[in-house]
């Protein structure tokens, strides 16, 4: 059964449905990608194509790689996860998931049509977002962070979901504009026990999980909405039991939350410059958090900090 959604930023018309990216609400946005979903593999990758990413296990086994080629496009696989090959226009998409259906899906919506986003023009951050008041407010942070977790716990609060760790960042005018993206968010294990335990889950529906967090399906705003503030989240073990906020004046700071610098042509480099010459002109400031602030107690800081502005 074909299927189409909308999520970062680009209209993906599939060949079957993805349970990953359904119930998608977003509008529209004319920039389309087509994908394929097939099994047995890609055929036709030429064999001398570029390598430009080499992730490998402990054990010295491949984890995940990117390869490039100017006549096919991009190759994006690992073993685990099965096997992309994506025209360089990001308009085409053949697939072949590995070892399972829901390891395909998670790199699809982390790492693949993120990709596509970036050759259709969109910049893209590692960062959560919510909607509050019409704007965008969007959460960074390293890994272990809290992104996620404090999404979700603002949209406990009244917030509107927009995504989870991958945000597409569209320039509109003299603005930044931040794209709905895929309807799931990955919890960890313990964040998600928490919020079952206080109810706070909303009973929404688990559709996988692995050795580290699940996959929930969330209700996303079906609307993208301007960027208000960009928050980054710096746990420390030292910290208070307070949250702290101070100007991010270090503009390395939004590089580090920059998806895939491997696409890096002077034309990616200057809308890098101009993106985050547009996103100093919002609220830009590091939340320090100490090791025993939970989520919801984080929300209630950026909540008040916000509302207080």
Excluded at 20 to 29: G, M, V
Excluded at 215 to 228: F, G, K
Excluded at 277 to 306: H, K, M, N, Q, S
């Amino acid at each position: 059964m074909a299927a189409e959604a909308t999520v970062f930023g680009l209209d993906v018309h599939a060949n079957r449905a993805l349970p990953f990216l359904e119930p998608s609400t977003a509008r529209p946005t004319g920039r389309q990608l087509d994908l394929s979903v097939a099994s047995g593999g890609v055929s036709g990758w030429p064999a001398g194509a570029k390598l430009l990413c080499d992730q490998r296990n402990q054990d010295g086994t491949v984890n995940f790689q990117i390869e490039f080629c100017p006549e096919v496009g991009y190759r994006i696989w690992g073993p685990e996860y099965g096997d992309n090959v994506l025209s360089a226009d990001g308009r085409r998409l053949r697939s072949a998931p590995g070892e399972g259906m829901q390891e395909w899906q998670r790199m699809l919506i982390a790492q693949v049509l993120p990709f596509a986003s970036v050759l259709h023009g969109l910049e893209v951050l590692h960062a959560s977002a919510v909607v509050i008041d019409g704007g965008a407010v969007a959460l960074a942070g390293p890994s272990g962070a809290g992104k996620t977790s404090l999404a979700v716990a603002l949209g406990q609060a009244g917030a509107g979901f927009l995504a989870d760790d991958v945000l597409a960042i569209e320039r509109r005018d003299k603005e930044l504009i931040v794209h709905p993206g895929a309807p799931v968010a990955a919890i960890d294990h313990g964040e998600a026990e928490r919020l079952r335990g206080s109810g706070g889950d909303g009973g929404r529906q688990v559709l996988g999980a692995n050795q580290r967090e699940e996959i929930t399906r969330m209700a996303v705003d079906s609307e993208p909405a301007p960027l208000r503030a960009l928050f980054f989240l710096e746990r420390r073990f030292d910290g208070s039991a307070e949250p702290s906020f101070e100007p991010a004046n270090d503009p390395r700071l939004l590089l580090s939350a920059t998806f895939n610098l491997i696409l890096a042509s002077p034309q990616r480099l200057q809308r890098l410059l101009e993106t985050a010459a547009l996103a100093a002109r919002c609220r830009v400031e590091r939340v320090l958090v100490g090791p025993e602030v939970d989520a919801t107690e984080l929300a209630v800081a950026i909540r008040r900090r916000i509302d207080a502005s």
